[in-house]
């Protein structure tokens, strides 16, 4: 039990109790006013389960236990696509089962943040069958010539997917969970507003768009979760999760009355046209960002020099031993105030032998045996430092997934971009300084040459 010394309060009666008037009564508040309310009651208190960790109860070990299949709790868990049970040993084995982002990472939630390991949008899922889900939006599958029925050979006979140009394409779950995974996506969209560091803000719409994070298919959703109330399993999981893990309830679940209250049946006769799709990361990116056991401070590791030209190269010294164990990151997307832009890389640094302060770490593109003497590096997208100037921060990640930043580099001009946090600037080649770093101590800005040393 993660969170045994937590005296969580989950008895409906008693979470709700300070906006029970409001539930009795829904209808009589505004809208976005019944949504803050309903957030606000879901935010505090929210404890963050790592998302993976080596030395704290993770999403791994939740799911194990919410999701455990009825038949065999202790040894299995029931696959939410599948809807036949696995071993709980195969975790994270491309032939057993991994965590499904029932809201998909390329719709807003991404690889940082509260919302990235939030329970009540995690489920066990057959690898092979979350790969086809993929990043597609959910909907009705019913046309024969058009859609693959079941979605995959591995999944439930009553799945679908189907491709759609300009979209991610739809995704049809089982029937028994439509409306499970219905109030999944209720409680996200209501639960983040984008206030919190490392989230956006996430809607539902009749029109869906991933670069706009707006999932759905709203109408679809509202169906489902008319026709699969909840059942006693949901009911039971809300509970679990409340009391053993987050401290929070879906509140969709509690009171189904408030759904189409939430979210009114928008009309799509006329849907905007969305920005080419972006297709999810393979499931074996899962567990790319995790949480360090070792957590640095800033200036703990510096960039002495980079090349961009080929070869791109980072050199890095360390002010101060780095123990054995510690991960970092290093990538050129830009930061925007709360979070970062994506599209570029991220190059993660997994120390495996002590770093006495005064050493080097060299990281060169290509060259997988640069880091040898004290670890190993991998990469995620595409690190590639731009020739006309760019940006690149060092990090760890702490167990609620935030960013503790160590070290930032700009040298495209002689300061950090301040416009991106506002909103109005979007370039891959501009960052703002993050607040915990002190410039010029651990954060320097230079105007742009294409390689830098320090000597």
């Known amino acids: 039990n993660p ?18 008037s409001t539930l009795d009564s829904p209808g009589s508040v505004e809208v ?15 404890v963050v389960i790592p998302y993976t960790s080596s030395s704290k109860v993770d999403c791994w070990d939740a799911l194990s236990v919410l999701d455990a299949n009825p038949s065999s709790p202790s040894s299995e868990v029931l696959l939410i696509y599948k809807q036949t049970g696995d071993l709980i040993i195969n975790s994270g084995d491309s032939n057993g089962w991994n965590r499904e982002h029932v809201w998909p990472k390329s719709y807003g939630v991404g690889y940082t943040g509260a919302d990235t390991s939030d329970l009540h949008s995690l489920r066990a899922a057959d690898w092979s069958v979350n790969s086809a889900r993929n990043n597609r939006y959910y909907d009705n599958c019913v046309d ?16 679908g997917k189907m491709s759609i140009a300009g979209t991610t394409g739809i995704f049809m779950p089982p029937t028994s969970v439509r409306g499970d995974l219905a109030r999944s996506l209720f409680y996200m969209a209501t639960r983040y507003d984008g206030t919190e560091t490392n989230t956006e803000a996430l809607t539902l719409s009749n029109c ?6 707006a999932m759905g298919k709203l109408r679809t959703l509202l169906e489902w979760h008319e026709a699969d109330p909840p059942s006693a399993e949901e009911i039971a999981r809300n509970d679990l999760l409340c009391s053993s893990y987050q401290g929070n309830r879906n509140v969709f679940i509690d009171y189904p009355n408030l759904a189409s209250l939430v979210f009114p049946n928008d009309d799509d006769s006329s849907c905007p046209t969305c920005p080419d799709p972006v297709s999810e990361d393979d499931s074996s990116n899962d567990d790319f960002f995790v949480e360090s056991s070792v957590q640095l401070d800033p200036g703990d590791i510096v960039i002495i020099g980079f090349n961009s030209d080929d070869p791109k190269a980072v050199q890095l010294l360390a002010l101060t031993s780095i123990a ?18 994506e ?14 302060a005064g050493s080097t770490l060299s990281w060169i593109s290509g060259d997988s045996s640069s880091l040898s003497s004290f670890g190993a590096w991998s990469e995620l997208g595409s690190f590639n430092p731009s020739k006309t100037g760019d940006q690149i921060y060092l990090f760890t990640l702490t167990s609620a997934m935030n960013h503790n930043f160590v070290f930032a580099l700009q040298y495209r001009t002689d300061s950090f971009d301040e416009s991106m946090t506002l909103g109005v600037d979007d370039s891959s080649t501009k960052g703002a300084l993050p607040s915990s770093l002190a410039w010029p101590a651990y954060a320097i800005a230079l105007s742009h040459k294409d390689n830098y040393r320090w000597e």
């Not at 969170?3 to 008693?14: E, G, L, R, Y």
């Not at 079941?150 to 439930?156: G, L, T, V």
């Open 324 to 341: 054995s164990g510690t991960i970092f990151y290093m990538t050129d997307n830009g930061f925007l105030g709360n979070s970062f832009r």
């Open 208 to 213: 869906p768009c991933d670069t706009s994070f």
């Open 3 to 20: 969170t045994a010394d937590a005296d969580f309060v989950c008895d409906p009666s008693t979470y709700y109790s300070d906006i029970q």
């Open 144 to 159: 024969p010539d058009a859609c693959d029925i079941p979605a995959h050979s591995e999944a439930a006979s009553d799945t």
């Open 343 to 356: 599209g570029e890389g991220t190059i993660k640094f997994t120390i495996t032998s002590d770093v006495q």
């Open 32 to 46: 976005s006013h019944l949504k803050d309310i309903l957030r606000e009651r879901m935010a505090d208190p929210h």
